[in-house]
């Protein structure tokens, strides 16, 4: 057990502590567990997340019988030294009703509000407005989108040189969003594109 670790108050908590699990590369909420000194550190020698079940009164590591397990990836400990944060890799659902995770929903990449903005995006695509400027870029088609990027593009290059942050920003903000609906167009989304870099990594 590393040094941070070996400071866990188990006693506190009755000899469990609640672990959060958090998928390492979403940041979703998967589910949340409990888990005893023992299970700590067969957590940790395995590589798989192991929990002491209350209702079965022993060990369990998620995925023993269904294959779904959670490889671990990371562990922190809070400030009052009595829950974890254990940051993994699942292999398939996590929850038992079959669902990416304890609360029924799925395990999508989150961008913040980069996320919010794509889904209205897509929206927009898929259900046209003739009052939006998206939607419209849109019927316009894929050169009228690719060259609203390339225009952008260029009137970045043109801030950066300059000393205004405010027109660079928003110049910046200007290709981020053209460039966003032209994924959209050719079938895209942000995920893609990380993926990619990932690799590259």
């Given at each position: 057990m590393d040094n941070q670790l070996s400071t866990i108050d188990f006693e506190k908590t009755n000899g469990l502590v609640p672990a959060i699990i958090q998928d390492e590369k979403t940041k979703?909420?998967?589910?949340?567990?409990?888990?005893?000194?023992?299970?700590?550190?067969?957590?940790?020698?395995?590589?798989?997340?192991?929990?002491?079940s209350r209702t079965k009164n022993r060990l369990w590591t998620k995925g023993e019988e269904s294959g779904n397990f959670l490889e671990l990836k990371d562990i922190k400990l809070d400030c009052d030294n009595d829950?974890?944060?254990?940051?993994?890799?699942?292999?398939g659902p996590t929850c038992h009703k079959g669902t990416d995770t304890c609360w029924g929903e799925g395990n999508p990449s989150n961008f913040s509000f980069l996320s919010k903005l794509e889904g209205v995006i897509k929206d927009r695509h898929d259900n046209p407005d003739e009052k939006s400027y998206t939607?419209?870029?849109?019927?316009?088609?894929i050169n009228k989108v690719a060259q609203k990027v390339g225009e952008e593009a260029v009137e970045v290059v043109i801030e950066a040189k300059?000393?205004?942050?405010?027109?660079?920003?928003?110049?910046s903000a200007d290709l981020l969003y053209h460039y966003m609906i032209l994924l959209r167009a050719k079938g895209y989304d942000l995920e893609d594109v990380v993926k990619v870099l990932e690799d590259r990594h």
């Amino acid at each position: 057990m590393d040094n941070q670790l070996s400071t866990i108050d188990f006693e506190k908590t009755n000899g469990l502590v609640p672990a959060i699990i958090q998928d390492e590369k979403t940041k979703n909420v998967l589910m949340l567990g409990y888990m005893n000194e023992e299970a700590l550190t067969k957590t940790q020698e395995t590589g798989k997340v192991t929990f002491f079940s209350r209702t079965k009164n022993r060990l369990w590591t998620k995925g023993e019988e269904s294959g779904n397990f959670l490889e671990l990836k990371d562990i922190k400990l809070d400030c009052d030294n009595d829950t974890l944060l254990i940051q993994v890799s699942p292999i398939g659902p996590t929850c038992h009703k079959g669902t990416d995770t304890c609360w029924g929903e799925g395990n999508p990449s989150n961008f913040s509000f980069l996320s919010k903005l794509e889904g209205v995006i897509k929206d927009r695509h898929d259900n046209p407005d003739e009052k939006s400027y998206t939607s419209s870029l849109f019927k316009k088609g894929i050169n009228k989108v690719a060259q609203k990027v390339g225009e952008e593009a260029v009137e970045v290059v043109i801030e950066a040189k300059d000393n205004n942050e405010e027109l660079f920003l928003n110049e910046s903000a200007d290709l981020l969003y053209h460039y966003m609906i032209l994924l959209r167009a050719k079938g895209y989304d942000l995920e893609d594109v990380v993926k990619v870099l990932e690799d590259r990594h």
